[in-house]
Nanobody
């Protein structure tokens, strides 16, 4: 079992930056994929960024060049650095961990970007 706790959300003006953190209750060293998802009001949850156990990253096209996902295995934490934020980035952001057949989710953190 892995518990995930997100933090770092808030209200920011367009063009600003936020860094989200996802703290895991146990080592993430062996977790295959750590992901950030987001869900805007009235929309489906979408995968924003992924980092593998080997450090390979992938991003949805709409955030490429603006968002950076990283992991600190020593701190059992995954980060999402978000720069040049836009109003359309407004959503609840969720951390997700995939370990074998098991999926784990955090409770989400709200990001609101004012235009």
């Amino acid at each position: 079992q892995v518990q995930l706790v997100e933090s770092g959300g808030g209200l920011v003006q367009a063009g600003g930056s936020l860094r989200l953190s996802c703290a895991a209750s146990r080592s993430i060293f062996s977790i295959n994929f750590m992901n950030w998802y987001r869900q805007a009001p009235g929309k489906q949850r979408e995968l924003v960024a992924t980092i593998t156990v080997g450090g390979t990253t992938n991003y949805v096209d709409s955030v490429k060049g603006r968002f950076t996902i990283s992991r600190d295995n020593a701190k059992n934490t995954v980060y999402l650095q978000m720069n040049s934020l836009k109003a359309e980035d407004t959503a609840v952001y969720y951390c997700n961990a995939v370990r074998g057949p098991d999926l784990y989710w955090g409770q989400g953190t709200q990001v609101t970007v004012s235009s």
